[in-house]
């Protein structure tokens, strides 16, 4: 099987929750609640620390999913880069 380089984030989809994921992080996921998708960014506790934090509520799925995909911003760079080697 093919494996993902750093940074090769896909969702995984179901009727109500997808999650973004690549090989080493959840990036974030959206859930379907009462007809809205719930859209949320893995990598920040929320305001309370209790939680993941959310980026806000959508009419459609891919309007959720892209609040997730802009929030991930500039992707790490490697140790062996960002060391000068």
Avoid at 4 to 16: F, H, K, M, Y
Wanted: aromatic content about 12%; proline content about 5%; glycine content about 10%.
């Amino acid at each position: 099987m093919e494996q993902n380089t750093p940074g090769d984030a896909a969702w995984r989809d179901s009727n109500s929750i997808c999650a973004l994921a690549d090989d080493e992080r959840h990036w974030g996921h959206i859930l379907r609640i009462g007809g809205r998708w719930y859209a949320f960014d893995a990598t920040h506790f929320n305001n309370t620390s209790n939680g993941f934090r959310c980026l806000g509520t959508f009419a459609s799925r891919g309007a959720a999913k892209q609040a997730v995909e802009q929030n991930r911003g500039p992707q790490p760079r490697p140790f062996w880069e960002a060391a000068g080697a």
